[in-house]
């Protein structure tokens, strides 16, 4: 490898690097934030490459890299998906009409009273309406849980997961593999809850994000007119 060619290998990999992490797309914030980010930050933490891999790895980047000494930038988009592995993003409403009652953030407790910090946000709906997975995934709990009532937890991988609170019946069962769109249970007012509603939750390493930035037009959202059921799974 010449100084020439390996300089523009280095040059490459700060283009990637840069394009990878300027994605333009909404997470914690929806005014910025690229909703891969926390994949990509809590898949580099708990997987290091070590240094006898070091020349290992360079030499499949650089095989990558080289139809940039024809000026040709490879896209982000497979950077992303390689790295990310098996994991499927969010990206479906999982109640097809509702209206938002509580927005993901500091509020009034609709049950306890106080500010306090909502982990995620409540879609009201009529008593069984279908919840819907947002993503592939596999259900890590199907069960009554506190103040969620009857409650639903996807793994999506990546540390990524979703959570679904006060159901009227649940319909999977731990351990079971889901699609995108499949029923996963129904709304209903079971735990710390007001009125018929779901309590959704999008979580990126054990940590709560806004869900809206994950949630595409496949749903029809009213803003809430002050009516409709709201709960608080926190205490």
């Not at 990558?64 to 950077?79: E, H, M, R, T």
């Not at 969620?148 to 069962?173: K, N, P, W």
């Not at 990126?204 to 709960?231: F, H």
């Amino acid at each position: 490898m010449n100084a020439k060619t390996f300089k523009t290998a280095l040059g490459a990999f700060a283009a990637v690097a840069f394009f990878s992490s300027a994605a333009p797309a909404l997470a914690n914030s929806a005014a910025s934030a690229d909703i891969a980010a926390p994949l990509r930050a809590a898949e580099a933490a708990k997987s290091g490459i070590s240094a006898d891999r070091g020349d290992e790895e360079f030499r499949r980047l650089f095989a990558n890299w080289q139809s940039l000494d024809n000026g040709i930038l490879p896209s982000a988009k497979p950077v992303i998906a390689r790295r990310a592995g098996g994991v499927s993003i969010p990206s479906l409403a999982p109640v097809s009409v509702s209206h938002l009652t509580s927005g993901y953030g500091m509020r009034t407790h609709p049950v306890l009273g106080g500010r306090r910090a909502h982990k995620g946000i409540d879609l009201a709906a009529a008593t069984g309406t279908p919840i819907r997975a947002s993503a592939d995934g596999v259900v890590e709990k199907a069960d009554w849980f506190g103040g969620y009532g009857l409650f639903v937890e996807l793994d999506h991988g990546g540390a990524m997961e979703t959570r679904y609170g006060h159901m009227s019946r649940v319909a999977v069962a731990e351990g079971q593999q889901v699609r995108k769109g499949d029923i996963i249970g129904y709304v209903g007012t079971t735990g710390r809850s007001t009125g018929p509603h779901l309590h959704y939750e999008v979580r990126v390493n054990g940590e709560a994000v806004n869900p809206v930035p994950y949630m595409q037009g496949n749903a029809t959202l009213y803003a809430s007119n002050g009516e409709g059921g709201r709960g608080g799974p926190e205490d």
